[in-house]
Each structure stands twice: as C-alpha cells, then as structure tokens.
C-alpha cells in the first residue's frame, strides 16, 4: 500500500510538472484557457522599440499587452490582446507607443479614447466582444485602429531626411531665393514709389496753399453773403433790377407800336430827307 501511494504521488506530482509547464509555455506565447481577452489591431508606420509582450495600458493601468507583430509594406500592424471583457473605449480610438516613465523605460503601446465618455448605463450594457457591438460608438472585437509612433532621435532624422530630400526634389531653395530676389527688386522698387511720391507731395504744396487761400476768399464772401444787411442789398438790387426790366420791356411796346404807324414812319422819312437837303445846301 505504502509502494503504490508514493507511486501515485510521484506520478501526480509528475502530471502537475508537465501541466505547470505546458500552461507557462502557453502564457508565454499569448494563449489564455478560459479567459476574456479579445483583440484588435493597430498600424504603424514605424513601431521603434516595440516588441511581443510588450504591455497595453489604457489611462496609465494594464489592461493588456502585444500579442504579435507582422511587418507589411503598408504598415506594421501590431495585434493588441486586451484582457477584460468589460472595457468600452469611445471611438475614436488610437493606439500610441509611450515610454513607461519620463526618464525612459520600457516601451509600452497607450490606448487613447478621443470620443464623448460613455454612461454609466450605456457602459454597463455595451460589449466589446458581443456580436451586437455598436462599432460607430465604441472599440470593438477585430477592429483595426490608427497608431502613433514615439518620437525619438531616428524618426526625427528620419523625417528630417525626408523633408530635405522632398526640399531637393521641388527644387525649394531655388524658389526660396528666387522669391527673395523678387522681394528685393519689388523693395527697390517701392523706394522709388517713395521718393516719387514724395517729389509729387512737393509739387502739389503750392497748389495746395492756392487752395487754401480761395478756400478763405469763398469763406468770406459767404459769410458777407450771409450777413442781413447784404441780402436786403441784395433783395433791393434785384427789385431794382426787376422795375427797370418792366420800364424797358414798355419802352419796346411804344417802339414797336411807332414803327408800326406808317403815317408817323412817313413824316419821319419826309423830315430826314428834308434835313439832309438843308445840310447839302448850307455844306454844298
């Protein structure tokens, strides 16, 4: 009896070795028995540090890790494995690879949530992992989302190549000197505007100054002509004007009327023929 238990105790203990060490190996590549992970998948043009396993954190707390790593020519798409069930993530959603802390660290990806904040009950009753998930509102099994890479010293160069070589091809600098040589001659130019202007404002002042002074003259005849006394002189002018233009507009009647009367006509052809015999007789 006692051979055949320390058997079985050998042998059990044997079993939980193999079973304690299947179950890390499966740990360690990512597998879960029994558990609520689900997964989605974030691009990025360059995932500088980033590594399987490496932690997945949503406002500073572990909520998963990276499960695998696959290399495109588009993009490198990470698949992110986040372990509870029970997580709502308003979209829009980006995943970011962050440091771990300010001084340095592990690279980690930081899951950031840029929609409205759900409530209470919507986050209750709302799963990312049911087959009714809402993907207009929230993250959800087997999406794909965009990511952001950690600026570091060789993405910035690289960049840096990037804009120069961009530079190179558009032939910037040539434009850029180009239109700093337009800027000086359009510079020149507005000088010469100036001093132009200038010699103008000069030729203008005298005309000016003559303005000026029959500006003062009409003034004062204005204000002569609105003093009373000049305007009843004014007024009387005008009736006196009006009183000689009836006395001569009568007088033409009377003319009129005598040049009409050919008996007076008559006489005064007679007496100017007779006058005009006298003269020739006094002045032979």
């Keep these: 009896m006692r051979r055949s238990f320390r058997e079985a105790i050998i042998g059990f203990s044997i079993l939980g070795g ?40 949503y406002r500073g707390i572990f909520i998963g890790s990276v499960k695998k790593i696959t290399f495109t020519p588009q993009a490198i798409q990470a698949k992110l494995s986040i372990d509870s069930k029970n997580i709502a993530l308003p979209k829009p959603v980006i995943a970011k690879v962050v440091k771990s802390s300010i001084l340095g660290g592990d690279v980690q990806v930081a899951l950031i949530s840029l929609g409205e904040p759900l409530l209470e009950k919507e986050n209750n009753l709302l799963s990312p992992t049911s087959k009714d998930c809402q993907i207009e509102k929230i993250l959800c099994e087997g999406d794909v989302i965009r990511g952001e ?44 505007l100036i001093l132009l202007s200038r010699e103008e404002i000069k030729r203008v002042g005298p005309i000016m100054e003559e303005l000026t002074k029959a500006s003062k003259h009409l003034n004062n005849i204005l204000a002569s002509i609105d003093n009373p006394k000049t305007l009843n002189d004014i007024k009387e002018t005008a009736s006196s004007t009006r009183s000689i233009s009836k006395k001569v507009d009568s ?18 052809r007679n007496i100017t023929i007779g006058l005009g015999k006298l003269f020739n007789e006094i002045y032979p």
């Excluded at 304690?20 to 998948?41: D, Q, Y």
């Excluded at 160069?157 to 239109?179: C, M, N, P, R, W």
């Excluded at 009647?253 to 009409?260: G, H, L, P, Q, S």
């Design 149 to 192: 890479t950690l600026m570091s010293i060789s993405t910035l160069t690289e960049k840096l190549e990037q804009i120069l070589q961009k530079a190179d091809k558009e032939e910037i600098v040539t434009s850029l000197g180009q239109s700093i040589k337009q800027f000086n001659d359009t510079q020149q130019n507005l000088d010469n």
């Design 18 to 57: 193999v079973a304690a060490f299947a179950g890390s190996m499966l740990w360690l590549r990512g597998v879960r028995i029994g558990s609520n992970s689900w997964e989605v998948t974030a691009n990025f043009r360059n995932a500088s540090g980033l590594a399987e396993q490496s932690p997945v954190t």
């Design 251 to 268: 007088l033409t009647t009377n003319v009129d009327e005598m040049v009409n009367d050919e008996e007076l006509m008559k006489a005064l």
